[in-house]
């Protein structure tokens, strides 16, 4: 089945040390999104790409980079993890716009806890 | 560890019975409308979708209601079942914008015995 991949689904790292959070797709989408989500609340956008064009939030601190080196991956380094980053983290994936259906497909999520 | 979060809404309802979920949006010319179901440690699931020509859509025992008048969604699950309790989130897109979604606050649905 076509899907999103995230790993690993738990993650736990210690205060300032950095750590990288994978995703892969293989419903070949060209739009990969990575949110950050903390309890009781919506998912938030950090940044997106389309294709190799990156699109950062205007809120993302600078501690959330990202790298896509293909199609199918896409990946979430926080460089000095904090313990305000301990959240869930989704990735998705989408087709692009005009596409009629910008529908976002969910990954299950990598769960960080910051020690 | 995190921060402590907003309290999210909480609909109670019996098993069997139907639910019915609201979401006030936020864009007048956000014009394709998704719900998504969020179980415990998992990611958003696709339930149904809406576009904004369109003021009702069925799916398997869900419907989804819109009101553009209002700006006003809904979604009903008939025969509410356990495995239904979740947290639904309600999501729109202006389509010829950008890539994104704006999601609503959620509401958490509590199945009933």
């Known amino acids: 089945d076509a899907m999103v991949i995230q790993n690993p689904r738990y993650q736990v790292t210690q205060f300032g040390k950095p750590v990288t959070l994978s995703c892969s797709q293989t419903l070949n989408h060209n739009v990969m999104y990575w949110y950050q989500q903390k309890s009781s609340q919506a998912p938030k956008l950090l940044f997106h790409?389309?294709?190799?064009?990156?699109?950062n939030e205007a809120d993302t601190p600078d501690n959330f980079q990202s790298r896509r080196p293909n199609t199918s991956f896409c990946f979430l380094d926080i460089r000095s993890p904090g313990l305000g980053d301990a959240a869930m983290y989704l990735c998705?994936?989408?087709?692009?716009?005009?596409?009629?259906?910008?529908?976002?497909?969910f990954g299950p999520g990598t769960r960080l806890t910051v020690l | 560890g995190e921060s402590v979060g907003l309290h999210l809404p909480t609909l109670s309802v019996q098993e069997g019975d139907n639910s019915i979920i609201n979401c006030a949006y936020s864009n007048s010319a956000s014009d394709y409308f998704i719900w998504y179901k969020q179980e415990s440690g998992k990611g958003p699931q696709f339930i149904i979708d809406i576009r904004s020509n369109m003021d009702k859509r069925q799916g398997q025992r869900v419907t989804v209601l819109l009101n553009k008048t209002v700006k006003h969604l809904s979604l009903q699950i008939a025969a509410t079942q356990p495995g239904d309790s979740a947290v639904y989130f309600c999501a729109e897109i202006e389509v010829n914008r950008d890539d994104k979604i704006i999601f609503g606050k959620g509401t958490r649905l509590h199945i009933l015995p």
């Open positions: 998705a994936t989408s087709l692009p716009r005009p596409s009629p259906y910008n529908t976002q497909y």
């Open positions: 790409y389309y294709d190799k064009d990156f699109n």
